[in-house]
Every structure is written in structure tokens, then in C-alpha cells.
């Protein structure tokens, strides 16, 4: 945890993002991809109000440097939107491979990048670490930088961060003791992932499975049946599991494992000093109905094409996501303190636009 206050990041209302000439409704690619030759930016107008300025908004991130790479890649990107005053919640799936990924105007990001990120999205991260002084030097520079894109992208400011090693992940669900996963197809299993502590079966079968954390892992990372997409559901299932085994008996039972595997496994920016805000905000979703109501949006086909996407489109997707929690009656009045600023922090990449609502 940090020990300082986090650095929101603010959208823009001006996507830095084009579409090619020719088309009316999408398209929102780099000409060089598009093979287009010319563009025109989506008018500003076009462009929904910015959302989830009064919620609590965390990046998760899982990331895996992995065999044959140079860096911790992003694999994993999911957005949970939470209102501090009810708990209602609502995540957001971004795939790894979306191309051209947007920076908020004025920052030093949008500039290098006017037309949204060269490479895919999962690879922000090794880019800006590997080229701290395009974020000023700071120490968490990449992380810092996705937060940047994925706020410009959705149109919704992102408060924190909280990124996890794929591979120390395996001693978090360890210390857990292992979770319960309703496995609704065969699947093959990507072989032995960096970190397993047993050699993985050649198929994860169908059926209730109770999963440690190197079968957990492997379930979480083979796309071998299907697709990238399909995983992204993947890791929503086992998020979910997570947070379901992670009972008082559990955390009390393996505390000093899991203070281990934290500090070898997890990075993030939420400030030691509000941990308790925090606490309360667990309060809240429970109350709100927990992980049965939570409200879902995956960037992905059908819905959205990673190469090819309309900026308004997918501001308009999140607009319709988080906007029904505004609906959501509030819990019975708890005892415990509701934290109304635990999703403001002081300091800020960019400043908040003037039509922000």
C-alpha cells in the first residue's frame, strides 16, 4: 500500500482518437491500421458526460512477465466502479489486445500519442516503466499511465490501482485455502504456469472444482479452447471465488501467509492511512447485495471490436453501466461510517474537464 495520497486520472471530453474518413458510425483507427488516408477526429458533442466522478473507481490490473518477455505485460484489466453511499458496483472488462488506446488531451501521453497507442493496450505498462520521464519520473510510472488510458477511454476517472503477479497470485489462493469454481466446460490447461507449485493435468474438467493456486492459475490463463475473451471470463469467475473464500475464518487462519503473499504479489496505490475507508466501503457492497448484484460490461466482440471501435460507442456502454446505480436504494443505516471521500483524492494527473458533472 502507499504512503501517500493517490493520483486520480481524469478523461478528457476530446477522445484521442480518430475515424477513417469514409465511415459514418465506426471505425476509430490509426489510418496506418484502417488503411485509410485520412481522418477526422469524433466530434466533441458526440461524446457523452463524463461518469463516476461521486464513485469509488479501481484498475485491476494481473499482470505476468512470463517466459520470452522483457516485462510485466497487462493481461488483465478490469475496472470495479463502487458508490461509496450504497455499495452498488459495477466492473468493466478491457481486453488486453485492444489497439490504439486513448490519452487524456494535454497530458505528455497524448501528445507522443495523438492517435492512441502504437501497440496493444497490455504493453502501456512496460512502455511508460521502461520510459519513466514521460510520466515525470514516478516510481510506478506504468501503472500510472494505464490508469491514464483507461480513464480517456471509458470517460470515467480512475482513483486506484491495484495490480497482482499472475504468479504470486498462486500464494494468495494458497493462503486462502484454495477456491470453488463451477467449471462449465472441459478445458485444456496451458501446462505448468511460472510459479506452479505441482505439476497441472493436461485437462480441467467440467464440474465443481475446488482450486489451489496453481490450478487456479492455469484456469485463469489457457485460451487454448477458446479465445482471449473467453479467459477475460475466466478471471471474473476466479475474482469472484477470491472474494468469496476470503472469509474472517480464512483470513484469520492464514494471516501470515497471506501478509507474505501480498507483499510479494500485489502493488497498489491505495494509502495505508485509508484502509479503514475501505473497510467501510466492504460494508456498503455487502449490504448492496454483494457479488449477485454486480452489474458487468465486457469490452470484447460482438460488442466492441479491439482494432476497430467508436469512442462515444463505448463511453455511451459505460454511461449505461454505471449510471442504474444511482437507482439502487441504499442499504438499512449501518453503524459504520460511510466514506464520502475516499474516491476524491486531492492530487490529480489532469485536471478534471469543466463539464465533468
Known amino acids: 500500500f502507499s504512503s501517500h495520497e493517490a493520483v486520480t486520472a481524469y478523461p478528457g471530453t476530446q477522445p484521442s482518437q480518430t475515424t477513417p474518413?469514409?465511415?459514418?458510425?465506426?471505425?476509430?483507427?490509426?489510418?496506418?491500421?484502417?488503411?485509410?488516408?485520412?481522418?477526422?477526429?469524433?466530434?466533441?458533442?458526440?461524446?457523452?458526460?463524463?461518469?463516476?466522478?461521486?464513485?469509488?473507481?479501481?484498475?485491476?490490473?494481473?499482470?505476468?512477465?512470463?517466459?520470452?518477455?522483457?516485462?510485466?505485460?497487462?493481461?488483465s484489466m478490469v475496472v470495479v466502479s463502487i458508490d461509496p453511499t450504497n455499495g452498488d458496483t459495477a466492473m468493466i472488462s478491457v481486453p488486453r489486445n485492444l489497439q490504439h488506446l486513448p490519452f487524456p488531451p494535454g497530458t505528455a501521453l497524448a501528445e507522443k500519442y495523438p492517435k492512441g497507442f502504437t501497440d496493444l493496450a497490455n504493453a502501456v505498462y512496460t512502455f511508460a516503466n521502461g520510459h519513466k520521464d514521460i510520466m515525470g519520473g514516478i516510481d510506478d510510472a506504468g501503472a500510472q499511465a494505464i490508469k491514464l488510458g483507461i480513464a480517456q477511454l471509458l470517460g470515467m476517472p480512475i482513483n486506484y490501482y491495484v495490480l497482482v503477479d499472475m504468479a504470486g497470485f498462486v500464494n494468495v489462493v494458497d493462503a486462502l485455502g484454495g477456491i470453488d469454481i463451477n467449471v462449465t466446460a472441459r478445458v485444456p490447461s496451458p501446462g505448468n504456469p511460472r510459479g506452479a507449485k505441482h505439476d497441472v493435468p493436461a485437462f480441467i474438467e467440467r464440474g465443481q472444482q475446488h482450486m489451489d493456486g496453481t490450478i487456479a492459475l492455469a484456469y485463469s490463463r489457457t485460451r487454448e479452447a477458446d479465445s482471449d475473451y473467453r479467459r477475460m471470463g475466466r478471471q471474473r469467475c476466479v475474482l469472484a471465488a477470491i472474494a468469496n473464500a476470503a472469509t474472517p475464518m480464512a483470513l484469520a487462519t492464514g494471516l501470515a501467509e497471506l501478509i507474505t503473499a501480498f507483499g510479494d504479489a500485489v502493488r497498489t496505490d491505495i494509502p495505508r492511512d485509508r484502509l479503514g475507508e475501505f473497510a467501510s466501503l466492504l460494508d456498503r457492497f455487502t449490504g448492496a447485495g454483494g457479488l449477485s448484484t454486480v452489474r458487468t460490461l465486457l469490452l470484447t466482440p460482438p460488442l466492441i471490436e479491439p482494432s476497430r471501435w467508436n469512442a462515444a460507442e463505448i463511453r455511451q456502454l459505460v454511461v449505461n453501466v454505471i449510471a442504474p446505480g444511482s437507482l439502487v436504494p441504499p442499504p438499512p443505516p449501518s453503524t459504520t461510517p460511510v466514506p464520502t471521500t475516499i474516491g476524491a483524492p486531492t492530487s490529480t494527473v489532469a485536471p478534471p474537464p469543466s463539464t465533468a458533472p
Do not use: C, F, K, W
Not at 489510418?31 to 461521486?54: D, F, K, L, Q, R
Open 21 to 75: 474518413a469514409t465511415s459514418t458510425t465506426t471505425g476509430a483507427t490509426d489510418s496506418t491500421i484502417a488503411g485509410a488516408t485520412t481522418t477526422t477526429p469524433v466530434p466533441e458533442s458526440t461524446m457523452p458526460p463524463i461518469v463516476g466522478a461521486n464513485r469509488v473507481n479501481i484498475l485491476l490490473l494481473g499482470g505476468d512477465a512470463g517466459p520470452g518477455r522483457y516485462s510485466l505485460r497487462t493481461d
